[in-house]
């Protein structure tokens, strides 16, 4: 079996071939390092690390790159605000990317590159497209000369002439052809600025990107990928800026995933409906969040609302309660199960089509109905007299498998042991003893919270996971 991914290039899916056997090369095109991220630069996060996650269980070695742009209009302009530098901003708001991101189970990428660490690559990259035709140099300034480049519009698919017809020239923009995009702005004054063959200043946008993904990856890579709205004139000035300087093919796939809406409006500033990953994440548990965002196809659309996020831990509860019940249970299983055979058989066609899902193009939302298939079956095995420990650990081993792949936990941080709950039965005991009533229900009520229920039966008190 192969994997299929849907290729924004050719409009299809295809097989992954990658370019070295048993190797992915992996670029993610990261955030502008000016404030929090907002939940729409979180659903890349998650679906790319969880595609990433889901090459390596099929045994592939994936160099994952994301790069953080550190220098930006609007990282000057913030610094301006807070009286602050330039790398003081992007350095305060990388750290707290990362710990965001990490918090929602992404993994490190294998390199997080900055702008400001491949200054070098960069400027030789553009003085490489001047020299070949590509681009031209204004009054400080560097433009691509997109006419120039035959094929330009092909990841977008639009012809040239139909985006010229929407193209303007700027305000202060020193460019030949309404099309041309910056490849280096000439410095203002007191801005951050770099040396360079022109002057002073700094990259403009689309070229760090470029230079990077060469400078980590090679000339050519298997996977680029990022949010939809990169797709024009991001990833596609990319391709413009790569191919020209080298001749060779810039990305065999193009992976795109699609918009977040809040409450079925569009996301944005104006609309008072912004919503920062750092602070949904207070309010809400993180592994709820990423689960969420999976639940629904990387390439679709996702609406997000608080019920929805309600409903979805109600899911994932169900999962990990499953899970957990079957850990407290193999403590008291043997291996004298007569239809264990048979169970074994039925985990192994899951396993097969939670495979089978993921193969087409990473569909996560048909994996975690896989999952919650796997969900059903361990509570209907757990009714059973007698069970297996050799399949209670097939299930686990299941479990494991498909939730390390959506980058979920099963166990959560502060779940009770067995024995600290036994604990607490004894404390709620001792309060009905003493006729302590108000704190004997504080502790039913407390453990409930915690997915603990308690039967008081005429044998004594009996706990179980909710």
């Known amino acids: ?182 490849l280096w702005k000439q410095a203002k004054p007191k801005e951050i600025a770099w040396d360079s063959p022109w002057g002073k200043g700094r990259p403009g946008w689309h070229i760090e990107c470029s230079a990077m993904a060469k400078k980590y990856l090679g000339e050519t890579i298997d996977i680029h990928a990022g949010g939809q709205d990169l797709a024009f004139p991001h990833h596609e000035n990319e391709i413009a800026q790569s191919e020209a300087s080298t001749g060779k093919t810039f990305s065999n796939y193009w992976m795109h995933n699609g918009y977040i809406n809040i409450d079925n409006e569009k996301m944005s500033k104006s609309l008072g409906n912004f919503v920062l990953t750092h602070d949904l994440i207070q309010a809400h548990d993180p592994q709820v969040i990423r689960f969420f965002m999976l639940s629904v196809h990387y390439r679709n659309p996702i609406n997000f609302s608080e019920t ?81 420990v050799e399949v209670i650990e097939a299930f686990q081993k299941l479990f494991n498998e498909i939730t390390e792949v959506l980058g979920v936990q099963l166990k959560v941080e502060n779940e009770l042991l067995d024995e600290e709950i036994e604990a607490f039965i004894q404390q709620r005991i001792e309060a009905r003893r003493n006729r302590n009533f108000a704190l004997a229900d504080k502790i039913r009520d407390d453990l409930k919270e915690k997915n603990i229920i308690l039967e008081d039966t005429p044998q004594g008190t009996r706990w179980k996971r909710g």
């Open 1 to 182: 079996m192969s994997i299929k991914i849907y290729n924004t290039l050719t409009q299809q899916k295809e097989d992954f071939a990658p370019i070295e056997e048993g190797k992915v090369r992996m670029y993610v095109c990261g955030p502008t390092v000016y404030n929090y991220i907002h939940i729409g630069n979180a659903r890349p996060a998650i679906v790319f690390d969880t595609v990433r996650r889901y090459f390596e269980y099929r045994g592939y070695d994936v160099k994952y790159v994301l790069n953080f742009t550190d220098v930006d209009d609007k990282i000057i302009k913030a610094a301006n605000e807070l009286g602050e530098s330039v790398p003081e901003v992007s350095n305060r708001f990388i750290e707290a990317y990362l710990e965001d991101v990490r918090s929602l189970g992404v993994k490190k990428a294998v390199h997080h590159p900055k702008v400001t660490d491949t200054m070098e690559d960069i400027i030789a990259l553009i003085d490489e497209l001047v020299e070949k035709g590509y681009a031209y140099e204004s009054e400080g300034d560097v433009y691509y000369k997109t006419r120039a480049f035959n094929g330009y519009g092909k990841l977008s698919h639009q012809s040239i002439d139909e985006l010229r017809s929407g193209a303007r020239i700027q305000v202060g923009e020193k460019k030949e052809d309404p099309l041309d995009f910056t």
């Open 308 to 388: 929805l996020l309600e409903s979805a831990k109600n899911s994932l509860d169900r999962i990990r309660n499953a899970y957990l019940n079957l850990e407290h249970r193999k403590n008291s299983s043997t291996n004298l199960d007569k239809d264990a055979e048979a169970w074994l058989k039925k985990l192994k066609s899951h396993e097969k089509r939670f495979v089978e899902e993921m193969d087409d193009d990473f569909n996560t939302a048909n994996a975690i109905s896989v999952l919650f298939e796997v969900t059903k079956d361990a509570n209907v095995y757990l009714q059973s007299k007698q069970t297996s």
